[in-house]
C-alpha cells in the first residue's frame, strides 16, 4: 500500500546523486605512534596475529582499527583493562567507548580511543567477521612486534620465604 503510493509520487527518472568525495586525509603522527603502540603492548601482552589498518580513507571516525586475537574472553577483557590503564596514564583520558567488556560469553572486545579502535577477537569470531576481509582495500600500516626476551625462570617464593627445588634423582645436585 505504501509502496503504489511512493512510487506514484516519484517522477518516472529521478537522477542519481553523484558520489560523495571527500578529500584525502591523513592520520597525524601522533596517532600513528599511538596505534604502533597499542599494538606493541598487545604483543607484550600475549596477543598474536595484530594487524593495523589505516582507515583513515573510508572512516571520519577513526584514523585506525588494531586487529588482534587472543586466546579467551578473559585475556581480552584483561588486555583492554590494561590498555585503558596505559592510555590512561598516557594522554589523560580513558577509552572512550568499550563492547564485550560486560559478559563472559563475549568473543569480541572493541575499545574506542577516539583516533585508534582496537578490536581484539577470539579466533573464531576473527575468522567470522573478517574485518580484514572486509575492509582489504585498505592499507596497512606495517608493524612487527619487537622480539621479547626469554623470560628467566623464578624460584618460589611465599612471603619472603625462599624455597629451594631439589633435583631429581636423575639430575646432579650442584649444591
Known amino acids: 500500500m505504501f509502496g503504489r503510493a511512493l512510487s506514484k509520487s516519484l517522477p518516472e527518472s529521478v537522477p542519481a546523486s553523484p558520489p560523495i568525495s ?12 599511538a596505534a604502533l603502540a597499542i599494538a606493541q603492548q598487545l604483543s607484550n601482552l600475549q596477543a598474536t596475529d595484530i594487524v593495523i589498518l589505516d582507515m583513515s580513507g573510508p572512516l ?5 582499527f588494531v586487529i588482534a586475537t587472543v586466546t579467551s574472553t578473559r585475556q581480552a577483557q584483561a588486555l583492554a583493562r590494561e590498555l585503558d590503564v596505559a592510555s590512561k596514564a598516557s594522554t589523560g583520558r580513558k577509552r572512550r567507548n568499550t563492547g564485550g567488556m560486560e559478559s563472559e560469553d563475549s568473543n569480541w572486545v572493541l575499545l574506542d580511543f577516539d583516533d585508534v579502535v582496537v578490536h581484539l577477537f577470539l579466533p573464531e569470531a576473527r575468522a567470522y567477521y573478517g574485518l580484514e576481509t572486509l575492509w582489504a582495500d585498505v592499507p596497512r600500516l606495517p608493524f612487527t612486534p619487537a622480539a621479547r626476551p626469554p623470560e628467566a625462570p623464578q624460584q618460589p617464593d611465599l612471603g619472603g620465604i625462599q624455597f629451594r627445588v631439589f633435583p631429581t634423582p636423575d639430575e646432579p645436585d650442584d649444591r
Open 22 to 33: 571527500r578529500p584525502a586525509r591523513k592520520p597525524s603522527p601522533a596517532t600513528t605512534q
Open 60 to 64: 571520519v571516525i577513526a584514523d585506525y
